[in-house]
Each structure stands twice: as structure tokens, then as C-alpha cells.
């Protein structure tokens, strides 16, 4: 009882927000909704039954896990002739693309008239807030046909000024401190001194020295290539950027002006490769790096063999060894300069849910679904319900989810599968504010994103980025699709064999330029561009 009361009570508090003229219309819904396989249906949900309650509404769920898809194409396709016409589908996973199909066909309604201050004051608020989440679900012809779902978790979660994301730098860079103090070294804070380093660690056989492994088996530095968290990608800062030189999407560097740019053919990156080849030749980087996997790499520095390796965190790939490393700084060239360009993160999509032609009082519905963008709200359609899985509130007003013990003790299920059955599928939208007003993200996730604030942050000279959400029209795909590969594909391979063999000549580098536009560079970084406009001008 008291769980209901307390989701009663914050609905409540809504009530006053949904308009008056909502008394008469539509208030039985038929919605057709995606659900976790674990889930136990939403008939019963009391989370959802008090939101319908105090917006005078009933919703008959039609819930599917499995053919999912298969479902959905045959009820929108004859959704016009149905005796009980589906007035909304929810989180059935429709990409930008379908709605754009759907809409212009006239399947679904144009959202943009009832999100206002006087329908939907919740959603109203956030998108006056974040603009940038209204030009992620805007599509090209200027309708909203779906609405907006994503979890933000960024640095405003942990009570910091700025948000950024905790995937705007995927790469950590470590070093074993251990070693370094067993050789009497300071840690590096420029590429040469750390190319200084590397070559102690090798020429004093570091890993025999100090672990007692079989001599010869210190690899200085450790990575993938152009991976994500695990790259060589992080040392490229020297040279002015860190982004996957091979991967387009990732590639994508803005400018404070909105100049869309491929670091692949600047000349910086050339630069790059080629001091980079020399650490590779004289064996400072692992020779394996190009064709390990991440079991590989792991095992590596776990085994003690590795001086200098990148990951998510030190604890992850470390092991035992962990309390040895610390982080790297961001590292300068040989110019004395850097730069860290961030990555996206957090993508909102507006594919979770959207109302159909047949809905005849829209106004009503998008009333009910306003309700799941206050926060208390949301977390509990996320989690589940106060009183369930969120167990107390401490003296900040936070609530504290129920840790594991005590939801075996209660209900015979793990934390983890208590969230599972109760999750709510759907336009759940959960900034990185709501870990600073409502509940608290896990405590690894607040570590790392104190972590890029205060320790990385610092050496982000420009913090714009190419969004992860932005609106591409089916032409714009197609032709993506067309290029893409080849081009993806003549630069990663490049980049390998200069790294390993050395390079590039005026002549090599002429010739790869001119590669690159034939497989179809500028058309690309065309489209990039007029995409990243509109997403601009969305706002």
C-alpha cells in the first residue's frame, strides 16, 4: 500500500500540469507495445494504472517479445481497417527512416502541435532546456513523428557544471607507476618522454625485473588498433586529435565555426602515423596489436607484461596488478601542443513511441506519456516502483535502489532481475541531472565520470562534437551506404601498414588523398555537413 500511495502521490503533483480541456474525448486506448521477455505485462503495473487513473484514461496493452517485428508490419499495415485500431505503437524499435515512412504516409501524426507548455508541460520544459534533444527527433521535413527516449549519463549526474558524456573519452591511458619509481623515471607528460620510458621498460626487461616473469617478455606498451576503448587512438592527442581516424561516423570532427572535418587526410594526422611507426619499429609497441582481441590483451596485462596499455579503467585490465598503474595525463607532441575531440554519447531516439492517424483524442494520450518525462516517474518506470525497488530516500532526497541481498531475501531474484521484470518499455527519457535529483547511478559510473571531468577535461580545448542522433534522409543513407565501406576500409588499412612499414612520401601521401576521393570523401563529408546543419538549425 504504501508503494502506491507514494506513486499516487508524485503523479498527483502532475495532475495540476494536464489541461482542463482533456475533460471530454477519447479514454480508452489501444496501445501496442515491445516488452522485455522477463517482464510481467503491464495490465497490472502500478506505476502505469496510477498515471492512466489521474489522467482519466484506460490503455488494453497488446504486449510482444517474441515476432515483435513480424507483428508490428502486419498491424500498421492494417491498422486503417481494424475493428480496434492501434492508436499508438510504443517501443517497438522504429528507426528514423520507418518514421519518416510512416509519417509522410500520413500513419502516424505529426506530434509538434500538442507539444506545448498547455499538453505536454513535462516534455515542453525539457526541450526548451536541451534543444538538442528536439533536433534529434525533428526529421528532415520538420515533424515530429515519434517521442523522444535515451539515458543521458554525463557529468551533471555528479553535480558538476558542465555534462558531458561518459563516452566523450572512451580511452584511459595507464602507466605501472611501479616501475617507473623501480627505475628512478617520472611520469611522462610529453610522447617523447614517454617514448623515453617505453624504452627503459624494454631494455631493462620490466616484467622479469620486478613480477619475476620469464626474461623477455616485457612489452612496453600494449593496445588495440583504432579500438574503442583499448586503441592507440588516445596518444594521437600530441597531434591534435584522438578520434578512430577509420571509422566515419567517429572520424567526424566539428569545429567551433560547425566545420564538418575527416581527420584522415590532414596533414597532422600524417604526421601522426609517422612518428608513431618509429616506437612500432623499435619494438615500444606490442607487434600483436593490429590482430589481438581483448582476451588477448587482458591476459597481457594481467600477466604482469605490459608497461603502458589504454582501457576503460585501470581495475578492468590490470587485475591484480592494478594498484601499481596510474593514469597518463593527456600527452604533448612534439610540437609541445594537444587536443582531446570528444565523442558523443547518449543518443536520444525518437522511435519509442508515436501516436497513429486512428487515435482520435491525441491530446489525451500524449497527456498520459507527458507524465513519463517528470523524473521520479521515469525512474521508476526504468527501475521499478518506490516501495519495490527503490527502497528509501537518504537525507538528500535521493532514492536508494534495493541492493541485492535484500531483493533475494524479498522476492528470490537478483537486483538486477527484479529491474528486468519491472522495466517499462517506452519513451523513457532520463538526463544526467536525474542522478543528481532523484537516484544515483552505480558507483563505478560516478567514479569514471569524475574521472574525465576532473582529470581529462582539462586538456579539451574545444568541447564541440558530431552528434551520434543527428537526422539523415533515406537519400543521404543510400548514399552513405554506397561509400562508406570502401572508404572506412582504404584508410584503416593504410594506416596499419604506415605504422608498421613507415611512411607516408609526398608521393604516397598525394596518391592516398586522391583514394580517398574516389571513394567518394567529399560526397560523404558533404552529406555529414548538410545533415549537421539541420540538426543545428533544429534547435
Known sequence: ??????????????????????????????????????????????????????????????????SLGEVVG???????????????????????????RYGSAGTFIDLTPYITPEVMPNLSAILEAHPEIRAAITMSDGK??????????GTAGIGREKDYSIFSVPQFSMINKAWLDDLGLEVPTTLDELHTVLTAFKDND???????????????????????????NIFYAGFGFTNWPNDVC?????????????????????????????????????????????????AKCTGGRVGVSTWWEINEIMGEHAADYVYLPVLT???????????????????????????????????????????ETVMQLQYGPIGVYFTEQDEKGMWKSITDEQARAQFGKSSGELKSQMEVAGPKLILSEYYNEYFYMEDRAMERLADTYDYWMQFVKDDSFYPQDCVFTEA????????????????????????????????????????????????????YQAVYDRYVAAK
Open 144 to 153: 515530429i513523428y515519434g517521442l523522444p527516449a535515451g539515458e543521458q549519463m
Open 250 to 298: 567517429m572520424d567526424l570532427t566539428v569545429d567551433k565555426t560547425g566545420k564538418v572535418n575527416f581527420v584522415s587526410d590532414d596533414d597532422n594526422y600524417r604526421a601522426a602515423v609517422t612518428y608513431f611507426h618509429d616506437w612500432y619499429a623499435e619494438g615500444l609497441m606490442d607487434l600483436e596489436m593490429f590482430s589481438q582481441d581483448t582476451n588477448q590483451l587482458i
Open 206 to 232: 620490466m616484467s622479469a625485473k620486478y613480477y619475476g616473469n620469464a626474461a623477455g617478455t616485457t612489452i612496453p606498451m600494449s593496445t588495440g588498433f583504432d579500438q574503442w576503448c583499448w586503441g592507440q
Open 74 to 100: 502486419t498491424r500498421i499495415s492494417g491498422n486503417a481497417a481494424s475493428k480496434t485500431p492501434i492508436d499508438a505503437f510504443q517501443a517497438v524499435g522504429f528507426s528514423n527512416f520507418d518514421l519518416m
Open 1 to 66: 500500500m504504501k508503494k502506491l500511495v507514494s506513486i499516487v502521490l508524485a503523479v498527483m503533483m502532475l495532475l495540476s500540469l494536464v489541461p482542463a480541456a482533456l475533460a471530454e474525448g477519447q479514454t480508452e486506448f489501444n496501445v501496442l507495445s515491445g516488452i522485455s521477455a522477463l517482464s510481467g505485462g503491464y495490465e497490472n503495473n502500478t506505476v502505469l494504472n496510477a498515471m492512466q487513473e489521474q489522467v482519466g484514461i484506460k490503455i488494453s496493452w497488446d504486449t510482444w517479445s517474441d
Open 476 to 527: 543521404e543513407l543510400d548514399d552513405i551506404d554506397f561509400y562508406r565501406a570502401d572508404f572506412e576500409r582504404a584508410i584503416s588499412e593504410q594506416e596499419a601498414l604506415w605504422i608498421k612499414n613507415g611512411g607516408p612520401t609526398d608521393a604516397e601521401w598525394d596518391a592516398y588523398k586522391a583514394y580517398l576521393e574516389r571513394c567518394g570523401m567529399s560526397t560523404l563529408l558533404d552529406i
Open 333 to 375: 607532441g612534439p610540437d609541445g601542443d594537444s587536443n582531446v575531440t570528444l565523442r558523443t554519447g547518449g543518443a536520444i531516439n525518437g522511435g519509442q513511441l508515436s501516436i497513429t492517424a486512428q487515435c482520435k483524442d491525441p491530446a489525451r494520450l500524449l497527456a498520459f506519456y507527458d507524465l513519463w518525462y517528470n523524473g
